[in-house]
C-alpha cells in the first residue's frame, strides 16, 4: 500500500480548556433589553402609515387587530404585507369588551384566534392584547388555550427587569407603557433606556395616527403625529446597538426557551466539541426560536466552523464567537482549529518529517532533535476519535517506524513530557 502524507502543524489543546465555554444570552443578538412597539385595533391610520415604516426603517411591530374594525375589503391583504415585511398580527378581540364582564369569551378570543389564522395563513397568531387591559384569571385562563401571552395597560411604570416572570401566568400579564401625547418622546426614550439599565422587556402601546396633509383621518382614540411617531422610530433605531426592537410574539418566544432551556457538553476533542441545546417546551413548531450562544475562546484556539444539521454562521469579537442555535434542533458540532506552530515555539520535537514507504505500509518519522524514552504517538479520526489500527515498530535516536493499514485524513499527536503536536496526514492513495 502507497501512503501519503499531507501535513499541518497544529497546537494540541486540553479537554478541560473546552468544556463549559458555551452561555446562552439573555436576549437575541446579545442585546442587553428587549423594545416592542404595538398598535391597537387596526384603526385607520394604522396601515398606511405603518407598512411605510416597517419597509423603510425595517422595523418590526405588533398590530392588534379588533374584528368589527376589519372591514375594508382588503383588510387581510394589509394585514399579510405587513406580516411579511416582518410584523406581527395579534388578536384584540372581536367587538372591544371588557372581558371580564363578557359572557362569551370564546366568541371574543378564541373565534377571532380561528378567523385571524384562516385568512392569514402566512402567520400563526401567538399574543393577545386585552381591550382597556381588562382581564382576571377566567379571561387568562381561556387566552392561554391557543396563545403564548397576552399583553396588559398600565399607565405608569419605572420598572423593566429581566425577571418578570414568576410563573406561567404572567406571560398573560406583561406589562406595558401606553404611549400618547402626555408620555411623548421623552416618555418614550425613558422606558426604553429602564429597559436597557434593567435588562427586560419594554413593551410600548399606541393607538390612531393621523396627518394633515393625508387623506387619512385617523382619530379614533388618543391619536398620535406621523411626525412625532415617526421621531420616536428613529430614536428607536439608534438604540438597536442595545436594545432587540422586535414583535411581541418573538419576545416571548426567545424569553421562554431561554428560560426553560439546557446546553450541555456531550464530548470534547481537540479537533470538536460538541453539545446538545433542548428546552422544556413540549410545542416545538411554535417554539423554535434561534437563541443567541456565546463560546469564550481558549488560548490561541480558533473555530473553523459550527454546525447544527446545516452550517451555521458566527462572528468573533473580543475572544468570544457568537451564533444562534435552535433548541431541539440537533447536536451543535463545533469543528476547532488550532493556531499553527513555529519552529521557535517547539522544543524536543522541532522540524518533524514524516516519509512513507510505498508498498509496505510503513512511515518513518523523523526529527532534526533526539527522541526520548518517554516520546508517544496517537492517531485520531477527524471527528476526534482515537485510532488504534497501527503499530510502532522501532524507535531509534531521531527516527520512529510506524505500521498502520488505515486509509485517508487522521490526525497524528506526537509528544513527549515538553511538547505535544498534531499533524494531519493522509494515508493511502
Not at 380561528?114 to 385568512?119: A, G, I, K, M, T
Not at 425577571?163 to 402626555?182: G, W
Not at 488560548?299 to 464567537?321: A, H
Request: aromatic share 12%; glycine share 4%.
Amino acid at each position: 500500500m502507497k501512503l501519503k502524507f499531507i501535513i499541518i502543524s497544529l497546537i494540541f489543546s486540553s479537554l478541560n480548556a473546552f468544556s463549559q465555554q458555551l452561555e446562552i444570552a439573555n436576549w437575541f443578538g446579545n442585546k442587553k433589553s428587549a423594545t416592542v412597539f404595538t398598535f391597537d385595533d387596526w384603526s385607520p391610520g394604522q396601515y398606511s402609515f405603518l407598512s411605510t415604516v416597517a419597509t423603510n426603517k425595517q422595523l418590526p411591530f405588533s398590530v392588534y387587530v379588533t374584528i368589527a374594525n376589519a372591514w375594508q375589503s382588503d383588510a387581510y391583504n394589509k394585514m399579510s404585507t405587513m406580516i411579511n415585511a416582518g410584523c406581527e398580527i395579534g388578536n384584540h378581540t372581536s367587538s372591544h369588551p371588557q372581558l371580564t364582564n363578557s359572557s362569551n369569551l370564546k366568541l371574543e378570543i378564541r373565534d377571532v384566534y380561528n378567523e385571524l389564522n384562516r385568512l392569514l395563513p402566512n402567520q400563526k397568531v401567538t399574543t393577545l392584547a386585552y381591550p382597556f387591559g381588562d382581564f382576571n384569571q377566567r379571561v387568562i385562563d381561556s387566552t392561554k388555550i391557543l396563545h403564548i401571552a397576552a399583553r396588559t395597560v398600565d399607565s405608569s411604570l419605572n420598572n423593566w427587569g429581566y425577571n418578570f416572570v414568576k410563573t406561567n401566568n404572567d406571560y398573560y400579564k406583561i406589562p406595558t407603557q401606553e404611549v400618547n401625547y402626555f408620555v411623548g418622546t421623552k416618555g418614550m426614550l425613558k422606558a426604553i433606556n429602564q429597559g436597557i439599565e434593567n435588562g427586560g422587556l419594554v413593551t410600548l402601546m399606541y393607538h390612531s395616527i393621523y396627518s394633515f396633509s393625508s387623506n387619512v383621518y385617523d382619530f379614533w382614540f388618543d391619536p398620535i403625529h406621523i411626525d412625532t411617531l415617526n421621531k420616536m422610530f428613529d430614536l428607536a433605531l439608534e438604540k438597536r446597538t442595545q436594545t432587540w426592537v422586535t414583535t411581541l410574539s418573538n419576545a416571548v418566544k426567545y424569553h421562554k426557551e431561554k428560560n426553560s432551556a439546557t446546553l450541555n457538553l456531550i464530548s470534547s476533542t481537540y479537533a470538536l466539541n460538541t453539545y446538545q441545546l433542548t428546552d422544556t417546551l413540549s410545542d416545538n413548531n411554535m417554539f423554535n426560536h434561534p437563541l443567541t450562544l456565546n463560546y469564550t475562546l481558549g488560548n490561541d484556539e480558533n473555530i473553523d466552523s459550527i454546525v447544527q444539521k446545516q452550517k451555521l454562521t458566527f462572528t468573533k469579537s473580543n475572544g468570544k464567537i457568537t451564533f444562534n442555535a435552535i433548541p431541539d434542533g440537533g447536536e451543535i458540532k463545533m469543528y476547532k482549529q488550532s493556531k499553527p506552530v513555529g519552529i521557535a515555539d517547539k522544543t524536543t520535537l522541532s522540524t518533524v518529517n514524516i516519509y512513507p514507504n510505498p508498498g509496505k505500509g510503513y512511515a518513518y518519522i523523523q526529527s532534526d532533535a533526539a527522541f526520548d524514552s518517554n516520546v508517544s504517538i496517537k492517531i485520531f479520526d477527524l471527528q476526534g476519535l482515537e485510532i488504534t489500527d497501527f503499530e510502532i515498530e522501532n524507535v531509534n535516536t531521531n527516527t520512529i517506524k510506524l505500521k498502520t493499514n488505515i486509509e485517508g485524513l487522521y490526525f497524528l499527536k506526537l509528544s513527549n513530557l515538553q511538547s505535544s503536536e498534531i499533524y494531519k496526514i493522509k494515508f493511502g492513495e
